[in-house]
């Protein structure tokens, strides 16, 4: 049955077998087909025709999917992004040589995380591929008392579009929690796992709520061969210059993705020079919650970056500077040495704006260097890749001049000696413009690429080819005239060659010299010996032609290559200052200031402004102070209306410190932050229904994170701790939050919290380094007017009915809800308790009854029923206990509430 498929279909099903869990794309002439079961699910995926061809291997129709050559950018994506391997065919031989049956054979894999193609991701984005090592260790220290194991793990992330490698090694919670931050700050297309991590369920199930995982064994996984493999791939005698000599994981790691990489590309990646190792521990920590929360990158409701903290930085003039603006904005640094750098170099970029304008002018004819690079040393980039490359080398030594002469600053500094290290460029550059056509075509095989005048050779196969075409022109009129057939023409096609072209009509008048050739509906075509003499002059010339300027071209590529890793460098450079004059410029139209940073832990901030927040509220955004520290102001207490701007404000005091440290200047008129090690944050409630737990288990999880890991240099922010549940349980979780984070270590942990559990904010009076603050509203009438300003103090007012109504909730709910705070504002007699810390008289509206009933579930009917029917609070309150269920330390807490009621 074999014997009924063409030689292509068999090398398909060669393939196939070799690749059997990739699509694959088999190149045919202009087009890439796929057969058989691969056919269907493309021609699914991708909503094409499915056709039929040939004879499967028992005989049927064989399915065919194609699309055409040039449309693979568009079309790949798609099947990537739904975590598709793609196998691609193409030629074997080289072009010039390939005569008879043609070989095709896989030349490439591309999966999610080693794909190249620059439509498959944004400029702004790299594409990278994770690859993890690592392994239960023993428990210690806190995951001891926590009854924890721990695990120690190596990951690497690699680009290999743009030939960034990374590193790292820590020691993790059995939840896995750094893992998974650094897996929501690098946002890998592809997480590539050896088979004994691959064997833990619950690891893989968390990972691929965020990408694709697969399992991967390379050969060699342990850190000694795994090192000797990244030294021979480097060329280097020691891993220690790039850091990671001993961790044993980060180099299995590496090793793993850079051979994932190689096996999949079928090529050696000489572009990926260089591997560094990074620490956990030089970084701000924002896990996955704060990052959604904050929405840094991406907003909360569609996932796009509108609205988003990056968006609202992001001027940048080129792709590699959206990227590392990207890095710096989930990287905040830890070091004040090193953010005084960055901002040493954005202040100097706004004093000197013309400078700035300058440099940000050279960068908008920059093209993705980066990415470029990648497709130069890979071998398939294109003329047009040369002349885009060209045009962004030319703008270097304006740039490189220009900061040589004017910087003052030590990175601007550093930036322009570095790109004046790179003595080639201007030769490179030069080479390209002199070969290159300044529009050249798409593709690299048909010619069309290299300048007239760059080489004698090709000038002079041209010539022949060309003369060759007037030379036609004068034998179809020569023939013409010797025949008496006036429309005699000379044609040319690809399998026939030329052929002079008689209709039926006249086709008895040839001369009798022209040698029949081929038969057509309504036309007989012949040749002449003389015209067989000419068209192989032709035919061998154009294709002389088009094979030399092949060979200039990738002399060209090789010479490109052999400077990819300084047309990396110079890629980074470019893409720092970009960034750099990026975060200047939005300083001045935004008018940021330059922030300090200190080591100790105050933060202070002065008419504060939320980045993305002001230029979205009409009628102007309210500035407002915060100042914490860890003597009095550790803990603030947030209350105010709904609406009023409470998470607002929470918020933008954590983008604050995270832009602070990341390296830009910031919303407000002076600011001073003490370095913060990690962001934590719980706010609103995000139902994760898919995982199957509730809203108030994600928020308890989320709460559980804070609580074992925040440290006295975190910032917690805390929004409406508790609110998913009942009020009797919410406020109590809520109150002993607040007195562990205040009394966590010697000097607790800072953190802003929001609440509408107002009885909280009693807690000033115990705990010293609580404060109340909340945010001003003014009654106007039945009017509620927002001041949005944080003032010291705590409020009683909810004012959630005038919120219902300012939010179009009918009148007759509203009279009806405010009958019901009324009748229940009659039970409430205003009482002076006295502080006894201080000794001073504290006016509070809350009577011992209605805290009671706040604490006893407030709205409920069976609440109100109690109270009607006489039975005091206390009594009401032990009605509902149930002493069976209850825990020895619950009917403790409980009796010690209840004694407190009654005074
Ligand atoms: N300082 C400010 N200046 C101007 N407008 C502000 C300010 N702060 C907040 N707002 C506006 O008020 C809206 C509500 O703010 P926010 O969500 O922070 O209120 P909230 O007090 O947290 O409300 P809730 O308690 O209902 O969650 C914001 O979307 C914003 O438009």
Redesign the pocket.
């Known amino acids: 049955m074999t014997e009924m498929m063409t030689p292509a279909m068999r090398q398909f099903y060669e393939a196939k077998q070799a690749y059997p869990d990739a699509l694959i794309f088999f190149r045919m002439g202009d087009f890439y087909e796929s057969f058989g079961e691969d056919a269907k699910t493309i021609a699914k995926e991708l909503g094409i025709t499915l056709t039929a061809r040939g004879k499967d291997k028992t005989g049927e129709k064989m399915p065919l999917a194609g699309i055409p050559y040039h449309a693979i950018d568009t079309y790949l994506p798609r099947l990537i992004n739904k975590g598709y391997k793609v196998a691609i065919c193409e030629q074997l031989e080289d072009p010039k040589q390939a005569k008879g049956v043609v070989k095709r054979g896989v030349v490439r894999v591309v999966t999610p995380g080693t794909a190249i193609d620059s439509s498959m991701f944004s400029d702004a984005s790299n594409n990278y591929l994770m690859a993890v090592a690592g392994r239960e260790i023993g428990k210690s220290g806190k995951s001891e008392e926590r009854g924890e194991k721990e695990m120690e793990f190596g990951i690497s992330f690699l680009d290999i579009s743009t030939g960034e490698f990374l590193t790292t090694q820590f020691t993790d919670s059995e939840s896995f929690e750094k893992l998974l931050s650094e897996l929501a700050r690098m946002h890998p297309a592809e997480c590539i796992l050896p088979p004994s991590l691959y064997g833990n369920s619950e690891l893989v199930a968390k990972l691929r709520d965020q990408t694709i995982v697969q399992e991967f064994a390379p050969e060699i996984y342990g850190p000694e061969e795994a090192g000797e493999n990244l030294k021979a791939h480097f060329g280097v005698a020691t891993l220690e210059g790039m850091g990671c000599e001993k961790l044993e994981f980060a180099v299995s790691s590496a090793w793993a993705a850079l051979e994932y990489a190689k096996t999949t590309q079928m090529r050696d990646l000489a572009h990926i020079n260089t591997l560094r190792t990074y620490s956990n521990t030089e970084f701000m920590v924002l896990d996955s919650i704060t990052l959604r929360n904050l929405e840094i990158v991406k907003n909360v409701r569609e996932g796009g970056d509108e609205n988003s903290l990056y968006r609202t930085l992001n001027f940048t003039r080129t792709p590699m500077g959206s990227r590392i603006l990207k890095k710096w904005l989930l990287k905040p640094l830890l070091s004040v040495e090193n953010i005084n750098l960055r901002l040493d170099a954005v202040e100097e970029l706004t004093k000197i704006p013309l400078l700035r304008y300058d440099i940000r002018d050279w960068l908008s004819d920059v093209r993705d260097i980066e990415r470029l690079v990648g497709r130069i040393v890979y071998g398939n980039a294109s003329a047009r890749d040369l002349v885009a490359l060209k045009k962004s080398m030319d703008v270097v030594p304006s740039i490189r001049d220009c900061l040589l002469e004017k910087a003052g600053s030590e990175i601007l500094k550093e930036i322009a000696e570095g790109l004046a290290t790179f003595s080639e460029l201007e030769n490179l550059a030069e080479m390209i413009e002199k070969a290159i056509v300044d529009e050249p075509p798409i593709t690299v095989r048909d010619g069309g690429m290299i300048k007239p005048g760059y080489n004698p050779e090709l000038d002079e196969l041209r010539d022949i080819a060309s003369n060759s075409k007037k030379w036609i022109a004068v034998f179809q009129q020569k023939e013409r005239e010797r025949s008496g057939i006036k429309s005699l023409k000379i044609g040319y096609n690809k399998v026939f060659g030329y052929y002079i072209e008689v209709t039926h009509a006249n086709s008895s008048q040839v001369p009798e010299d022209y040698i029949r050739k081929q038969t057509m509906s309504n036309a007989e075509r012949f040749f002449t010996p003389e015209l067989k003499e000419k068209e192989s002059l032709i035919l061998t010339a154009n294709e002389k032609a088009v094979a030399l300027e092949y060979e200039i071209f990738t002399e060209l590529i090789q010479a490109l290559s052999a400077h990819s890793r300084e047309l990396q460098e110079t890629a980074g450079r470019l893409g720092t200052l970009d960034v750099l004059a990026d975060l200047a410029e939005v300083a001045e139209n935004n008018n940021y200031t330059r922030p300090q940073l200190t080591e100790d832990c105050k933060i202070l901030i002065r008419d504060g ?2 980045p993305v ?2 230029s ?2 009409s ?6 102070d915060t100042e914490m520290d860890c003597k009095e102001h550790q803990f603030l207490l947030v209350t ?13 005091t954590a983008l604050i410190a995270i832009m602070a440290q990341a390296g830009s200047f910031v919303p407000a008129s002076h600011t001073s932050i003490g370095m913060i090690d990690q962001v934590f944050t719980r706010i ?1 409630a995000f139902d994760d229904l898919a995982s199957g737990q509730s809203t108030f288990m994600v928020e308890m999880v989320e709460l559980a994170n804070i609580l074992n890991n925040a440290t006295p240099r975190s910032l917690v922010l805390l ?2 701790i508790g609110r998913g549940t009942s009020t009797y349980d919410g406020y109590s979780i809520a109150k002993a939050v607040v007195e562990f984070l205040h009394n966590r270590g010697k000097v607790g942990v800072r953190a802003l919290f ?1 609440t ?1 559990y107002h009885q909280l904010t009693a807690l000033e009076d115990k705990l010293k380094r609580v404060k109340n603050y909340h ?1 001003a509203v003014k009654e106007d009438g039945h009017e509620l007017v ?1 001041l ?3 003032v010291p103090g705590a409020t009683d007012k909810s004012y959630g009915i005038q ?1 219902a109504r300012l939010a179009g909730v009918p009148e007759k709910v509203i009279e009806r809800a405010n009958e019901i705070l009324k009748e229940l504002e009659r039970e409430n007699v205003f009482e002076e308790t006295e502080d006894s810390e201080n000794g001073k008289k504290r006016k509070s509206k809350a009577s011992a009854r209605y805290t009671q009933m706040m604490l006893f579930d407030p709205g409920s009917g069976s609440e109100s029923s109690e109270r009607v029917k006489g039975l005091s609070p206390v009594e009401a309150a032990l009605k509902k206990i149930n002493v069976d269920e209850m825990t020895p330390i619950e009917a403790m807490n409980k009796l010690h509430e209840l004694k407190k009621l009654l005074g």
């Open positions: 402004r939320h927040v002001e979205t509220v009628g102007g955004f309210v500035p407002n105010g209306p709904n609406m009023a701007g409470k998470s607002t404000y929470m918020r933008q609103g929004d409406e929001a509408h945010i927002f949005r300003k944080i919120v």
